[in-house]
């Protein structure tokens, strides 16, 4: 059974810092792309970052760029997401994901297998 484990969500003010951590099992981990994406309230879910099945390709979205950092830890079945310099519109749950095993593009739901239960992150101004 493929099970994702979500941590690290939380309240901060504007400008600072969270790190979410995914835990996975259920698959082989490091045959697998993984991302995060996110869900704000009344808005569908947008694809946040990625990491390709051996992390050494990464993606961000643009809203994100040059803020957060995704990571992949193959021995420890580990995907990180490092946020800094956090805005109030990061605001959202936030879903990692499991890709199929030839995603079309990283950054569309439809290419994602399986997700997790989501963590929520609240920024304040």
């Known amino acids: 059974q493929v099970q994702e484990v979500e941590s690290g969500g939380g309240s901060v003010q504007a400008g600072g810092f969270l790190r979410l951590s995914c835990a996975a099992s259920?698959?082989?981990?490091?045959?697998?792309?993984l991302g995060w994406f996110r869900q704000a309230p009344g808005k569908e879910r947008e694809f946040v970052a990625g990491?390709?099945?051996?992390?050494?390709?990464?993606y961000y979205a643009d809203s994100v760029k040059g803020r957060f950092t995704i990571s992949k830890d193959n021995a420890n079945y580990m995907v990180d997401l490092q946020m800094n310099n956090l805005k109030p519109e990061d605001t959202a749950v936030y879903y990692c994901?499991?890709?199929?095993?030839?995603?079309?593009?990283?950054?569309?739901?439809?290419?994602?297998?399986?997700w997790g239960q989501g963590t929520q992150v609240t920024v304040s101004s």
């Open positions: 259920g698959r082989t981990f490091s045959n697998y792309a």
């Open positions: 990491i390709s099945r051996s992390g050494g390709t990464t």
């Open positions: 994901a499991q890709y199929s095993p030839s995603p079309a593009n990283l950054r569309l739901t439809t290419s994602v297998a399986y």
